[in-house]
């Protein structure tokens, strides 16, 4: 018995102990302003759901101030933030107000927030079927296309027809991203294997695969993608036609996946790239903006961080494409 009261009062002194250490202290009492734009109920359940690892406005437990789960909730604000900040919110352009909304229900649906961990803990921080439903009533009303306004598929025809912007005559003038990956024009030769639409922004894109890729798509080795892939996503304004049909319209911007698991390692096997508008601005303003791409597919993560199906390419098909090139 005396053995065991040691034991607990060593442990119990080793506990105090531990109280002395804290992590790096982080604001959390600056009152966070309801959302400009966003209905009552909309507010409701992103504050009482996310601001707490999203926004400067922090309601602790009083066991999240015990070491070491002091520590643990410290990393979810902080890497929380950094993500997505609603007390930034009015800092942001409608379009991006509604943009983050999408990103952030995106990330419920997938099961990805909140974090399974701390949903544990903190169970008002869970969504329920009739917020989620709320949620997603909200973001319908807010998109640019409604989601059953379909799309029709582009055919290849109708992709070779979309030309990039006509005004650059010299690509090698075009400036590596930060993160030194360079611009690859020879993509539009490239063949188109999928397409996808983004109704929230009024947005199509047209994907390209280099060969490497094509032959994966043809042999089903796409999970994961071999090495040498590259995938080309182009952005374009979706624009209505007067007999009711969508078609491209402004060019916005041009992403490049780059599969080399030793290389970009530290990247999730992924070199990540992208070039805004017609003058093909590189984007981001440090080498580390590839972190927001890697956050945006993480929900694919076991899709090898793919989240675009490609078209079913026959081998045969392939080998015609090669012995014609």
């Not at 607990?8 to 790096?24: G, M, N, S, V």
């Not at 199509?204 to 089903?220: S, T």
């Not at 892939?229 to 078609?247: F, M, P, R, Y």
């Not at 992208?274 to 303003?285: I, S, T």
Request: charged residues 25%.
């Amino acid at each position: 018995m005396k053995k065991g009261l040691k034991i607990f009062a060593i442990l119990l002194a080793a506990f105090i102990a531990l109280q002395f250490w804290k992590p790096e202290e982080i604001e959390y009492s600056i009152p966070t302003k309801d959302l400009h734009n966003v209905p009552a109920e909309v507010n409701t359940i992103l504050r009482n759901s996310c601001f707490d690892c999203h926004s400067s406005t922090v309601n602790l437990a009083w066991f999240d101030k015990i070491t070491p789960a002091n520590f643990i909730v410290a990393s979810h604000i902080t890497d929380g933030r950094k993500a997505l900040n609603f007390s930034d919110w009015d800092k942001l352009e409608k379009p991006k107000q509604n943009a983050t909304l999408f990103y952030a229900f995106n990330k419920i649906l997938s099961g990805e927030m909140p974090i399974k961990s701390y949903a544990a803990l903190h169970p008002n921080a869970k969504l329920d079927d009739r917020s989620i439903s709320v949620l997603k009533n909200y973001l319908t009303t807010i998109a640019v296309r409604k989601p059953n306004q379909e799309v029709p598929p582009a055919a290849a025809k109708d992709v070779e027809k979309v030309i990039l912007n006509k005004k650059i005559t010299d690509y090698s003038k075009v400036k590596p991203t930060l993160n030194n990956i360079s611009y690859i024009p020879d993509f539009r030769n490239w063949k188109a294997v999928s397409t996808s639409d983004r109704f929230d922004n009024g947005s199509m894109r047209i994907i390209y695969g280099n060969e490497i890729a094509v032959k994966a798509i043809a042999e089903h080795q796409t999970n994961p993608w071999p090495d040498g892939t590259i995938l080309a996503k182009t952005a374009w304004k979706q624009k209505t036609e007067v007999d009711g049909t969508i078609s491209a319209g402004a060019f916005i911007q041009v992403e490049f996946m780059i599969k080399d698991a030793k290389k970009y390692e530290a990247t999730k096997g992924w070199g990540w790239a992208r070039w805004k508008g017609n003058d093909l601005k590189p984007y981001g303003d440090s080498a580390n903006f590839d972190q927001e791409c890697i956050s945006c597919h993480n929900p694919v993560k076991n899709n090898d961080y793919v989240f675009t199906a490609p078209l079913h390419l026959d081998i045969n098909k392939f080998n015609i494409y090669n012995k014609t090139k």
